[in-house]
């Protein structure tokens, strides 16, 4: 099995910048592609931020400039670092990984949700 563990969410400034991690453990062999979504309240979910298993990155155009996905292999971990936030970037993140598990199958995982708050 293989389960994701999303950290870093919390109450930023606006303006101000913060990372979100999502680890991979388990039955990991390899983490393939990723993406980052959002919800705010009220809303529907929405996808921030892509990666693929060669390392193409996208963004949604609110997006784009301010955050930068990352991946690091060794510690099957994914990154969001999100700069000059504001108060429309508030909403609870969700990381969704493309894992190749140990015995050579694919299986995506959604992390549990980080809440982000932008507020003064």
């Known amino acids: 099995q293989v389960q994701l563990a999303e950290s870093g969410g919390g109450l930023v400034q606006p303006g101000g910048s913060l990372r979100l991690s999502c680890a991979a453990s388990?039955?990991?062999?390899?983490?393939?592609?990723a993406d980052w979504y959002r919800q705010a309240p009220g809303t529907e979910r929405e996808l921030v931020a892509s990666i693929t298993t060669f390392g193409r990155t996208n963004y949604a155009d609110s997006v784009k400039g301010r955050f930068t996905i990352s991946r690091d292999n060794a510690k099957n971990t994914v990154y969001l670092q999100m700069n000059s936030l504001t108060p429309e970037d508030t909403a609870v993140y969700y990381c969704?990984?493309?894992?190749?598990?140990?015995?050579?199958?694919?299986?995506?995982?959604w992390g549990q949700g980080s809440l982000l708050t932008v507020s003064s």
């Open positions: 388990g039955s990991v062999y390899s983490i393939n592609a």
């Open positions: 969704k990984v493309r894992v190749r598990t140990t015995d050579y199958k694919y299986v995506e995982v």
